[in-house]
């Protein structure tokens, strides 16, 4: 490995300060003698809350020596607001401190370009290491060990506790509740995400029955004192009258007893699944990457598979599992299932011929026919988004995470991010508003001519009269804040860099071990260069008279243990997409480099 310059770490700067500090404010210098891991994240995506949970083991085993600092890069303009970033820290049990950045100044200190990354910081104040995507932590933890031992030696390494301090709890009956279900005697099921367990309530939608699960992150089958859920979501009612559960943060579909109480798994193995595992089989022997949403529809359970942008199917006549729509990548796409893209769907419901599905990140209400075939009514991909009601071609919603199927053939959408309940109704084409002032809604189900929204954000819920007519809102139109690259017109050479970590090296006992695809929006921005290839540099022609766009690219590298001696080593797959908005100007660059996984070496 060839040695670089030694790079001091750019300041820690964001208007939003401090959480999870006990209202210090921190610099890097304060931080000094400690291994400092920054976690460039913002809480709507996805594959940022799994690099939460692939710290966690790490954060506690090295707690005395490193410092995790979650750096909040938001996205879409409700993750700005400092309440919005409070929330989700205690949301997705954040145990370390965050600092709230809503305008990216850290991250453009950093240079980061998408989300996750991850910066390792050693004592000294210098950056050793920079990941993008998930599927770092076996190495970052190896530079951790190195970097112990190293500092130790040169007695710059600093032991101790860090500056997390854990905020006060609040006493309410559901924290963070994702989805609801309506109960045969009218009750409601409520998934009880935060504190990891069910809860089943009276009519009146506040008097609590009971719970199932312990309320402790795990997964364990059992009773209602036994069993363990890790930040469950979506509900639905098996043919057999059990209720299936997304047990997201578990990668699993469980199933509740409501008679004897008993959670059993019917589907995945407490694993995430990563690219190359399998796509269909028995349902407990294969992978799955957190289920968010689940319905029953055309026979069959469908499964909104957030964690890998598709949607599966699990068959409880075989007790198999297998993927029904969607590429993995990360984007707008319709048509065939097997071609369709697909940005983290959230939400679904059954409406006789059609499946409909809230698609979060693309901002988008979208459906899938008898025929499998995948269609857009509302939306335009992964950087539009707003609060515009009227035509579906021209009305924005904003991280939608719920849809629900109304009794005129219309359907109600839980636009989350936008703290509003909107309707979408396919005779007209028309979006509308039917309610506001809600709180991050998650999910609606349709009672008596009413709908009980879950107010996810406050921690409730809310029953609201269906109006005969919905209100018309002009609204605003967003883009995400971004800055664009600048680049020069013609050939532009993009490279993702990626660099083994140390003791391990590209996989290529099977093939080629790394993965590139590109696209574009708008696609007449490329004329050359988009598709699949295995390659991880590629020239890009850009075509004359496009002058802004958005760069798709999607990489995946699979490294192994380096060892002869060891007949079966580990293996780790890294990859990301990256969506980088693209100006053309005379001044701009001629290449793009992109990391997914490189290190400096020491000294």
């Given at each position: 490995m060839t040695a670089r310059a030694r790079v001091r770490a750019p300041e820690l700067i964001g208007k939003g300060g401090w959480l999870n500090t006990g209202d210090r404010q921190y610099t890097l210098a304060d931080l000094r003698g400690r291994i400092v891991i920054l976690d460039f994240w913002t809480f709507c995506c996805v594959n940022c809350l799994h690099v939460l949970d692939e710290l966690r083991e790490l954060e506690e085993k090295h707690r005395d020596t490193v410092v995790i600092i979650g750096v909040h890069s938001p996205k879409f303009v409700h993750e700005a607001e400092h309440q919005a970033v409070v929330d989700a820290v205690e949301r997705y049990e954040v145990h370390h401190p965050v600092l709230d950045d809503p305008e990216l100044a850290t991250w453009k200190q950093y240079a980061v370009r998408a989300w996750p990354t991850l910066v390792v910081v050693d004592p000294e104040g210098y950056v050793v290491a920079q990941h993008a995507g998930e599927g770092h932590a076996h190495a970052i933890e190896k530079l951790v060990e190195e970097l112990e031992t190293e500092h130790a030696a040169k007695g710059t390494l600093r032991r101790g506790d860090g500056p997390y301090v854990a905020p006060e709890p609040v006493a309410t009956h559901l924290r963070f509740p994702g989805k609801a279900l309506v109960l045969p005697d009218g009750g409601f099921l409520v998934s009880d995400s935060t504190r990891h367990r069910l809860v089943e309530l009276e009519a009146d939608g506040e008097t609590v029955r009971g719970h199932f699960g312990t309320g402790e992150r795990g997964f364990a089958d059992g009773g209602r004192e036994e069993a363990r859920f890790s930040e469950p979501q979506g509900l639905a009612v098996l043919p057999d009258g059990r209720i299936a559960v997304a047990d997201t943060v578990n990668h699993a579909i469980r199933a509740l007893d409501l008679t004897t109480g008993v959670t059993t798994t019917l589907a995945g193995t407490g694993r995430q699944w990563w690219q190359g595992s399998a796509t269909d089989g028995p349902a407990t022997e294969v992978d799955l990457s957190s289920p968010w949403d689940i319905a029953w529809f055309d026979d069959r359970l469908w499964i909104a598979m957030a964690g890998v942008h598709q949607l599966w199917t699990y068959d409880p006549g075989t007790g198999t599992v297998g993927v029904a729509a969607g590429?993995?990548?990360?984007?707008?796409?319709?048509?065939?299932?097997?071609?369709?893209?697909?940005?983290?769907?959230?939400?679904?419901?059954?409406?006789?011929?059609?499946?409909?599905?809230?698609?979060?990140e693309n901002s988008a209400l979208r459906y899938v026919d008898l025929e499998g075939a995948v269609r857009t009514a509302v939306g335009t991909g992964l950087f539009d988004f707003g609060h515009r009601d009227g035509p579906a071609?021209?009305?924005?919603?904003?991280?939608?995470?719920?849809?629900?199927?109304?009794?005129?053939?219309?359907?109600a959408v839980s636009d989350s991010y936008n703290h509003a309940l909107r309707r979408y109704d396919p005779r007209s084409g028309e979006v509308t508003t039917l309610a506001t002032d809600l709180r991050e809604p998650s999910d609606a189900v349709l009672v008596d001519g009413d709908l009980v929204v879950v107010e996810s954000a406050r921690h409730r819920l809310t029953r609201l009269r269906l109006p005969e007519e919905a209100v018309r809102v002009a609204g605003q139109a967003h883009r995400t804040q971004r800055a664009a690259t600048e680049v020069a017109a013609g050939t532009l050479r993009l490279d993702v860099v990626f660099q083994a970590p140390a003791g391990q090296k590209l996989d290529t006992r099977y093939g080629p071990s790394t993965r590139l695809l590109v696209s574009s929006t708008p696609p007449e921005l490329l004329a050359e260069g988009s598709g699949p290839g295995t390659d991880l540099s590629r020239d890009l022609?850009?075509?004359?008279?496009?002058?802004?766009?958005?760069?798709?690219?999607?990489?995946?590298?699979?490294?192994?243990?380096?060892?002869?001696?060891?007949?079966?080593?580990?293996?780790?797959?890294?990859?990301?997409?990256?969506?980088?908005?693209?100006?053309?100007?005379?001044?701009?660059?001629?290449?793009?480099?992109?990391?997914?996984?490189?290190?400096?070496?020491?000294g």
């Open positions: 590429t993995t990548n990360e984007g707008l796409v319709d048509g065939p299932g097997d071609e369709a893209w697909f940005a983290q769907p959230s939400g679904l419901a059954s409406a006789g011929d059609r499946l409909w599905v809230a698609d979060s071609g021209q009305a924005l919603l904003q991280h939608p995470l719920g849809v629900t199927a109304l009794p005129d053939g219309s359907v022609v850009l075509a004359d008279g496009v002058t802004e766009g958005v760069l798709h690219v999607s990489a995946m590298a699979a490294s192994c243990d380096d060892d002869p001696a060891n007949e079966y080593p580990a293996c780790h797959v890294h990859q990301q997409d990256w969506g980088v908005p693209v100006n053309v100007t005379a001044t701009g660059a001629s290449r793009l480099p992109l990391v997914l996984a490189g290190m400096d070496e020491q």
